[in-house]
């Protein structure tokens, strides 16, 4: 079986402030760590175990997954997992990156978020080109408030050329059309990310072959979806995997909409979903955009 992991264990602690984040400066207790580094453990000794099936594992930690040593870790040795296809984790690239030079390149990928004012410009941009001169698969954005746009454009000057820049909407915030088109000139993509996607009824991949899962072990179709397929543990989710529709009214996540069937994503990011990088040259002439300045239903 081929299947794609959505994990996020308890660790709710992060090490920036942004004020657009609920988890700020969040710190977890030493019990908590602990307790979050116990369900890490098992998860990944859950799927070394899965030598029957593909697995794909995007980490989507609530705080900041890399400044632990347990996430490094779990992510070098998946990577290392000859039935493992793809590990990648969500991070602000706050930790340092010499420690995947024991990760395999071919399988490890991480997704960058440049937060300004949260860290130096100049150090975070010379973490990515220490990425880019590993061979690590990456992409790299920013959230897309007003405030954030020059930040973004010297990003996209500074980036190697493969990079992909990403630009996720900004929630509760309308961008007028001339907005989006300055955003969209930095991500051709970005007119996905600037409404919500009305999803009821919807095909969608996640309950078949995507799922998530907590520190628990509890499977969810998705993150924004509480109704609980199983547990991983006792294998009682395989028997609820099956193709089934969107049960909400929109999704307005990119790790929730990548995933409808509706959309083309899956086409734009083959090869790379889980780590956001698309499988073409993200300023190329051959990078399909949507159409209208809209996301598409």
Not at 52 to 67: A, K, N, Q
Not at 71 to 92: C, E, F, G, K
Not at 260 to 281: K, N, W
Request: proline share 8%.
């Amino acid at each position: 079986m081929d299947l794609t992991i959505l994990y996020r264990g308890p660790l709710a602690s992060c090490d920036y402030d942004c004020p657009y984040c609920p988890f700020a400066k969040r710190r977890d207790s030493s019990e908590q760590l602990r307790a979050d580094r116990a369900c890490l453990d098992r998860f990944t000794g859950w799927a070394a175990g899965q030598t029957g099936d593909r697995l794909s594992i995007l980490f989507t930690p609530w705080g900041e997954g890399l400044v632990r040593s347990w996430y490094r870790r779990a992510l070098v040795d998946l990577s290392r997992l000859p039935h493992v296809r793809r590990v990648a984790i969500q991070t602000n690239l706050s930790c340092r990156t010499d420690w995947l030079a024991d990760a395999d390149p071919d399988t490890v990928a991480l997704w960058c978020t440049y937060h300004p004012g949260q860290t130096p410009y100049d150090r975070f941009v010379a973490k990515c080109r220490d990425l880019a001169d590993r061979g690590i698969r990456h992409s790299v954005g920013v959230v897309g408030l007003p405030e954030h746009l020059d930040a973004a454009r010297r990003l996209r000057a500074d980036l190697p050329a493969h990079v992909y820049l990403w630009v996720n909407a900004a929630e509760g915030h309308t961008y007028d059309d001339a907005e989006a088109d300055r955003w969209t000139a930095l991500d051709p993509l970005f007119p996905y990310s600037r409404h919500p996607h009305a999803s009821a009824g919807l095909p969608c991949r996640t309950g078949e072959s995507v799922v998530s899962v907590d520190g628990e072990g509890t499977v969810r179709r998705c993150h924004f979806v509480r109704t609980e397929l199983g547990n991983l543990y006792d294998g009682s989710y395989r028997t609820a995997l099956r193709p089934r529709p969107c049960p909400l009214a929109v999704c307005d996540c990119h790790i929730g909409y990548v995933h409808l069937e509706t959309l083309p994503l899956y086409d734009e990011f083959a090869g790379g979903v889980l780590e956001r990088v698309p499988a073409r040259p993200a300023h190329g002439p051959t990078f399909a955009a949507p159409r209208g300045g809209m996301r598409l239903p």
